[in-house]
């Protein structure tokens, strides 16, 4: 019976190789779905300052914008594995680091700011390595599984179970959340030293300059219509996405009336819906093309805005954040495997640091936006411009989602 129920969650043609990946991505995001409640209610109990509130979320957003190029360049370039497990170990030791000084009280709003902008700086490299693991160990045709199995773990470990436990931790004590989450990101560090990976064919001659290489994913991605649609409609919505979420953490606190585990339980109810995502993942692309199920998730976000900019009762907000879920897991995990389809082995990586840029350089220019508006014009303010700017983006984009659906039939970028 155990094997049967493993067959069907990790299905064997898939390999040891995905398995020991999986166990890898799901002990990972265990560990950041404990920062996602604990590295916000840390900021909140230093500072009540909503531009500070916001500025924590830039500080993590802004890495993949400055070093996103330079990651996806060196994946492509070096051992993949290798910089997963470097990264991680790093990340650990200053996890560790902002621990011992959070026990002994010796932390300060502007120490807190600064770890979390080196994590995640870290957290670039590692996750950008990590998405060109998946389609060397997995055939094209099983991608679409295989990437909806890491997507349930980030549903509910990151998701569902690692706020919840996060917050529960910093009830206890901050110091009990971040070592907590040092020692998870360690142990995933171990598990992605067992994946073994197939050799991976050198170019012959001098290498290129770093510059050539990150100019040759950009072009790759312009070339392509699928890929580029994809790209533009994640980074104008990170925009609108970032400017509410910036300051989710008021929103929850201040707006809803909910307390330190009412905040981790916005993202439970999120990752409940992802979950409902999942299951009907297969059900909905077998009879929902790409490019509609693309206009149906921005028009849930772009409502999903309105919603929680008219709603105090955290009886309407938390259903609103439930559906949201859903259409987070689809839309992601369909864009993730429209991707890795499309891009040639020796692209994923610049390919995906483009993406990176993309989704990351929406989200710090949200941000900005979401701080100065919730200081000048109150927590529900970042909702409204989130609506408001959606609502524009889905009427000037739509006609362009047709790329999606033919993404599969775009191997290649078109000449010129």
């Not at 700011?113 to 990590?130: G, K, R, W, Y």
């Not at 919840?164 to 040092?182: M, N, R, S």
């Not at 990976?197 to 290489?213: I, T």
């Not at 389809?341 to 220019?365: D, K, Y």
């Amino acid at each position: 019976m155990g094997s049967r129920i493993a067959e069907v969650l990790v299905p064997a043609r898939l390999g040891t190789g995905f398995r020991w990946l999986l166990a890898s991505s799901w002990t990972s995001n265990l560990g950041d779905g404990i920062a996602l409640a604990a590295g916000p209610l840390l900021v909140a109990s230093l500072t009540r300052d909503a531009f500070l509130v916001a500025l924590a979320a830039t500080v993590q957003w802004l890495p993949p914008l400055l070093f996103g190029l330079v990651a996806g360049a060196l994946t492509d370039r070096l051992d993949r594995r290798l910089i997963v497990v470097a990264v991680d170990v790093v990340r650990a030791g200053v996890l560790a680091v902002l621990t011992l000084a959070v026990a002994t009280d010796r932390v300060a709003i502007v120490a807190v700011l600064a770890t979390l902008f080196v994590l995640a700086t870290a957290e670039v490299f590692a996750d950008n390595s990590s998405q060109t693991l998946l389609p060397m160990l997995v055939a094209r045709e099983d991608l679409a599984v295989a990437n909806s199995r890491l997507q349930t773990g980030f549903i509910t470990v990151n998701q569902l179970a690692g706020p919840p436990l996060g917050a529960a931790l910093f009830t206890v004590g901050a110091a009990w959340a971040l070592g907590a989450q040092a020692v998870v990101v360690l142990l995933g560090a171990v598990l992605v030293t067992r994946v073994a990976l197939p050799p991976r064919e050198r170019a012959d001659g001098p290498r290129a300059k770093l510059r050539h290489d990150v100019v040759e994913g950009f072009r790759w991605v312009r070339g392509h219509a699928a890929v580029r649609t994809l790209v533009l409609t994640i980074a104008i919505f990170n925009v609108t996405f970032g400017a509410a979420w910036s300051v989710l953490v008021l929103y929850a606190r201040d707006r809803l009336g909910l307390g330190e585990i009412g905040f981790g339980l916005v993202s439970t109810v999120g990752a409940a819906g992802g979950v409902a995502g999942t299951l009907a993942y297969g059900w909905i692309t077998r009879r929902v093309r790409l490019g509609d199920l693309m206009r149906i998730g921005l028009v849930i976000e772009t409502l999903t805005h309105l919603a929680l900019a008219l709603t105090t009762s955290p009886w309407v907000a938390l259903p609103v954040f439930f559906v949201f879920g859903a259409h987070a897991f689809v839309w992601g995990t369909t864009s993730i495997t429209v991707r890795q389809r499309a891009v040639p082995q020796h692209l994923q990586g610049r390919v995906g640091s483009v993406n990176l840029v993309g989704v990351f350089g929406g989200l710090v220019v949200g941000s900005g936006i979401g701080g100065v508006l919730a200081q000048h014009g109150g927590v529900t303010a970042p909702f409204w411009f989130a609506f408001a700017g959606s609502a524009v983006f889905v009427v000037l984009i739509w006609r362009s989602l047709r790329h999606i659906a033919h993404a599969d039939e775009q191997s290649a970028p078109a000449a010129g």
